[in-house]
């Protein structure tokens, strides 16, 4: 074997040994950049999920102080007269003597404003038990508001790390800086009637019971800078988002209520920048599409979702249609 020969030998064998090693090097450089994205998603996952069980909470918080406030009002008035309501309202209500447990049971079958519109009609304030409620509700969602600050920090912080890892992680091959196209900086605001699409509905007995369940859908996904009851004028609109998008909502049962709602809206597209009307068609018969018209001839967006009404003894409740729920008119 000539000498040629052993040189070439020699320089084949140093060129596989450090092609296996940067394979090598490259597969486990691989591997701990997929354990730690791995980490990172899980501890995203993570922060998601304590938002979600916190918002839950606090939702089931809420649920217990409105009983709690709708029992305090019933508890004002006389035993006949939760009888009568039960009565009234259809409810099949337990025998007993005792006031508390009729109190109880007709806080879990009728919702706030209804309570409140009974102590009305038998002559009992109610104000200051529904003005408690509302700021510990208030409470509750700043409180909620901040924890969900805290754990966006965190992921921010963990997002954050995870950019840095990349980065060093990622050779160029020269001087020059990596470049990031504007396309992953650019951020925009969600598309409110996007989100409004996803918008799903329980049953609901009235406009304050669709109103709420909208409200806290908005809130958990948009924060603080969702209000009920925004001032506007000498009026005040459903929800808010900032100042610039106002939210009045709507159940079609009559074309009076209809009329309403274009007087409202001609007033709102003064103060905000968009105006969304959500309509709750009913199957009344209200030339519903003519209003519509109207609203968007004003300058308003409408959502309209479509229920069935069904009624029990004097009481009633919407049920939220699952096919064709809504229509996005833009």
Known sequence: MDINTVLGIIVTAVLLYFLINLSVEKEEARYRESNTSAEHQSEEDRIYSEIQRKREEIEE??????????????????????????????????????????????????????????AWR????????????????????KEFEEFKADKMKELEAIESE????????????SDEPLE??????SFSEPDILDLLEDFQPETVRDEEDLEKQLYQFLRARLGSSVTRQYPVGDQKIDIAIGDSVGIEIKIAESRSKLQRLVGQVLDYVEYFDEVIAVILDVGTNVDLERYIQKLRNLGAEVVVLHGDLRRKGNTKEII??????????R
């Open 162 to 173: 995870s950019m840095s890892e990349n980065l060093e992680d990622y050779d160029t091959g």
């Open 122 to 141: 038998y002559k009992t304030a109610s104000k200051d038990e529904i003005k408690a409620f509302r700021e510990v509700e208030k409470a509750l969602w």
């Open 180 to 185: 990031i196209s504007e396309e992953n900086e």
């Open 320 to 329: 939220i249609k699952d096919t064709d729920r809504k229509i996005v008119i």
């Open 61 to 118: 918080r809420i649920a217990e102080e409105e009983h709690k406030t709708k029992v305090s009002i019933l508890m004002k008035l006389k035993m006949n007269h939760l009888k009568t309501i039960c009565a009234a309202e259809g409810l099949d209500c337990p025998r007993t003597r005792r006031k508390d447990e009729l109190a109880n049971y007709l806080a879990e079958n009728l919702d706030l404003e209804e309570v409140k519109n009974w």
